[in-house]
């Protein structure tokens, strides 16, 4: 059977999940692939990243500008408002069978929308889970109920979704693609990651992502600042950070880790985006991954490296042993940091079982998308629970 798969991607972190799915739907007969390519991707404040997807040899179909300067709130709604509109007449000329989003941001929802007004059947990865610290999270929710196919990834999460109304049937639970990212992309060794972290060899480093919590009622940069401050106590370690999100907050945090960079370069590195496979190989030789990332949740548990998880953004996901929560103040920080970099909770890591790890993610997502009956998937009856009361 033929068909037309759209991939839409807004940020780099999703892309580096989608790749390998995008590369084996090229690579499938009879299906031909077709990316949207929108966000943070064609702005280069936060780092251009649509360069890599060209780099990566997949092609750019369209490219849909709707950020705007600033990233406040008021901005973020115009940018969902714009996406809506500009997504819309994209989707009509590409006139996919098939529109696969990924996970829970505002261009994603604004693609939804888009889509389901067009008529054209959603795949949703990541659907289901929980950050109760971030908007994302009525986004994520919502963008289930405008889906017509789910890809979860632990089966709680899938449960989630079928108690939202979907039909179990539809609801997949595949694993993470960024875990199979682990298994399946060459990693770099400890060599070439000190080359390209212009890190002095055997160099202890902890690698940091903090992105704003758009639902806490601290600033992002009191929090960073926070977060800043507890690093001072361990000046052995080399603080490695990539840059935040275009959510709102996200530009004022990555002036602060630029400017902090500068006036302390010996022991800070500052990178907009390293890119999937550096930033998973820097990962397993880091100490420690600290911040508010998905990552330190789904993928690093993996690599059998402790993560600390700073406030709310992460509230509410599934996670492994290998994982400690904390608060946002200074000491907090300082005191998870600590126990992470002991020897105790380092073989606790090392050990410890990542619940969002299954096998064939990839090929379970191609095989349902190519065998997917799209001509019916726009009616879809919701679903009762069975404990639910019959109306």
């Keep these: 059977m033929s068909r037309t798969i759209c991939f839409f991607t807004g940020t780099r972190a999703e892309y580096g ?85 990924l996970g829970d941001r505002f261009e994603a929802i604004a693609a939804a929308i888009a889509a389901t007004v067009c008529k054209i059947p959603v795949a949703h990865v990541h659907g289901g889970e929980l950050t109760l610290g971030a908007m994302d999270e009525a986004f994520r929710h919502s963008i289930t109920k405008m889906s017509h196919l789910h890809f979860t990834s632990t089966e709680a999460y899938r449960q989630r979704v079928i108690q939202l109304g979907e039909q179990p049937e539809r609801v997949f639970n595949v694993g993470a693609l960024g875990v199979e990212n682990i298994r399946t992309l060459k990693l770099f060794d400890r060599a070439e990651v000190e080359r390209r972290l212009d890190l002095t060899p055997g160099q202890r480093y902890l690698l940091i992502t903090f992105h704003p919590a758009t639902l806490a009622s601290q600033t992002p940069e009191t ?71 998905s990552s330190g949740i789904i993928e690093v548990p ?75 998937a726009l009616h879809k009856p919701f679903y009762d629970m069975p404990s639910a009361p019959a109306n």
């Design 17 to 101: 999940l989608l790749r390998p799915v995008m590369e084996a739907i090229a690579a499938t007969p009879g299906a031909t692939l077709r990316t949207l390519v929108t966000g943070a991707h064609l702005a280069e404040s936060t780092g251009a990243t649509w360069r890599q997807i060209a780099a990566d040899g997949l092609p750019i179909d369209e490219r849909v500008e709707v950020l705007l300067d600033g990233g406040s709130d008021e901005s973020i709604a115009t940018a969902i408002g714009l996406g809506v509109m500009r997504y819309a007449e994209a989707l009509m000329r590409l006139a996919p069978n098939a529109l696969v989003i």
């Design 223 to 293: 929090q960073l600042k926070a977060l800043l401050d507890a690093l001072d106590a361990f000046p052995d370690h080399v603080c490695v950070f990539t840059g935040a999100n275009a959510d709102p907050g996200g530009a004022g945090v990555n002036r602060l880790l630029a400017h902090h960079t500068r006036s302390q370069a010996a022991r800070f590195r500052f990178s907009m985006s390293l890119g999937t496979t550096l930033y998973l190989s820097a990962a397993r030789f880091a100490d420690v991954v600290v911040g508010n990332s």
């Design 302 to 376: 993996s690599l059998g490296v402790p993560t600390v998880d700073i406030g709310s953004r992460q509230e509410g996901r599934v996670r492994s042993d290998s994982v400690i929560h904390t608060d946002t103040d200074s000491p907090s920080v300082r005191a998870a940091i600590a126990e992470a970099l002991s020897d105790a909770f380092r073989a606790r890591a090392a050990a410890a079982v990542n619940p969002y790890d299954r096998t064939g993610t990839t090929q379970r997502i191609v095989e349902t998308l190519m065998a997917w009956n799209t001509h019916d």
